[in-house]
Structures are given as C-alpha cells and as structure tokens.
C-alpha cells in the first residue's frame, strides 16, 4: 500500500498573500486624506524622491506602520508611502522601493505592487537610477525603457500562482506601453528636451558591473543597466497594469569612463534633474490617467 500523498501547501500560500495585500490596501485607502482612489502609482528610485514632496493634501505612512510592507534600507530613499493629488489626478507614490540585494526575495520586493493592484491601480510610472551603457546617452539623460533583459536570476512570479491575479504564464511582449511612452515623449518635446528610449538590463547588485560585464550587457543589446524596476513590472503585467518606466542616467557603467562609481555620484545627478523629471511626471499623469 502506497503512503498517503502530502497535501500540497500552494494554495494556502497564495491565498495569505492575496489576503495579505487586500488588508494592506484597505488600511491605506483608509488612511487618504483626499478619500479618492489613486489613479497612477509612482516608484521612485535614488535620488528621484522629489516629486512626492509636491503632492497636494498628502498623506504619508512610512512603510514600518503598513501591513506586510517591506523598508527601505538605501540611502536615497525615504521609505515612506505618499497618497494625494497631483493637480486633480489622485496618485500613490513609493518614495524609494527595496531590492533583492537588500536581502528580500522577489515576492517581497514586488509586494507593494500587489498591493497597489488590490487598491485598483491600473497604471504605473516606475523609475530609477541607471548606469548608461550607450554612449548617445549622457549624465543626467531621461531614457524611456522600451523593453528589458533580467538578469537577476530570479523572477517574482516562481511558485503557486494565484489566478486572481493573473494568469500562470504571463507575455512580456508587450510589457512597456508604447500608447503610455509616446506620450511622455510628446510632453517632453512641448518642455523641450530630449527624451531616449533603450533597453534595461537587471542586475542582482548590490556591487556595480564590472567592465567585462558592461561589455556583455552592450553586446546583448542593453542601452541601461540597473538593479531595480523588472521584478515590479513582471508582476505589474501579470495584474494588467499598463507601465511606463523611466531611467535617469546618473553615471555611465564601469569601463565606459575611467573612474569608478559611487552611489554618491548618483544621488547628486537625481537631485541635478529634479526640476525636469518633475516637470515630465506632472504632464504625463493627468493624460495616462485619462486613457484609462
């Protein structure tokens, strides 16, 4: 007689955590000041914290008092939650995100988007700060990313999945929306400045490339390198969320220069371009949330 087969925990998972991020939604959505639902959320990378500050009637939860919320322990970011309006549109900004390298795995990294989904999320602005690979880019660039290589080694979505939130294999086809893209490139041509477009490589970090790596990622077609940003849009497009992704180069990748990289470096460049980037998110926001 053949032992008994083990009864398979999968399903318990991923209803604790589908539980997980509704609780987590509903405290914040009880906590918002302006008592609308966001439209857009925002990540914001290194040194890219600003645009928070200028919300209006702004709710912040530091991300300690959030259920299930991962913290932040990079310098740069804030680690905090920001829910209120930019102009008449309502939004929910992380100001700073956690990493892999910081010792989280993939799902607890890509749990504020989950998050953000059961709050009724259906578009997001990420961004961070990247090392630029091409050399048409310079310091202090804004780069639209119009696709991705992870090389992380590791994907959020390994393990059961739920299907309330998505299907079991998701595409990537199309994981950058070309509608959304076009119109951060239209509103940066009204500012008048340049707006690029390339492709991200993810990286596990928390050390920079070296130059032999650099000279791998260019030859397999990368524009930008990072360490953040891919694990949030795989799970953001296994929800549906539409995602428009924006890099600021603060420094060129290892070996493109001679001189070495330091995080230092990078949040003097966000706070360079902090007027400009500013400007972009506060046009582009009101029209993606008019496309629904």
């Known amino acids: 007689m053949s032992a008994p087969k083990a009864k398979s925990s999968a399903a318990p998972a991923t209803a604790a955590e589908f ?150 294999f998701p595409g990537m086809s199309h994981a950058y929306s070309k509608a959304d893209a076009e119109i951060a490139f239209a509103e940066a041509q009204k500012q008048g400045f340049q707006l690029h477009a390339g492709v991200y490589a993810a990286m596990a970090g928390p050390s920079y490339e070296t130059p032999a790596e650099i000279r791998f990622l260019k030859t397999i077609g990368a524009d930008l390198v990072g360490m953040s940003t891919v694990p949030e849009v795989i799970v953001a497009r296994h929800m549906g969320i539409r995602v428009l992704a924006i890099s600021c180069v603060t420094n060129m990748a290892a070996g493109i220069l001679d001189q070495e990289i330091n995080h230092a470096e990078v949040m003097e460049t966000g706070n360079r371009v902090r007027r400009q980037f500013v400007a972009l998110l506060k046009a582009v926001i009101p029209r993606m949330a008019r496309e629904g």
């Open 19 to 168: 539980e997980r991020t509704k609780r987590a939604a509903k405290y914040l959505l009880s906590l918002s000041k302006t008592k609308l639902r966001p439209k857009i959320a925002l990540v914001l990378g290194s040194g890219l914290g600003a645009f928070a500050d200028e919300l209006e009637q702004a709710t912040r939860i530091p991300y300690a008092k959030i259920p299930g919320f991962p913290r932040s322990t990079v310098e740069g970011h804030s680690g905090q939650l920001v829910i209120g309006k930019s102009g008449d549109t309502p939004v929910v900004v992380m100001q700073g995100r956690v990493h892999g390298y910081e010792g989280y795995s993939a799902k607890e990294v890509t749990f504020p988007m989950r998050v953000f989904w059961q709050m009724g999320i259906r578009a997001a602005i990420l961004t961070n700060a990247a090392g630029a690979i091409n050399l048409n880019y310079s310091q202090g660039a804004l780069v639209v990313i119009r696709d991705h290589i992870n090389l992380q080694g590791t994907n959020p979505l390994t393990g059961p999945n739920d299907k309330r939130f998505g299907a079991r």
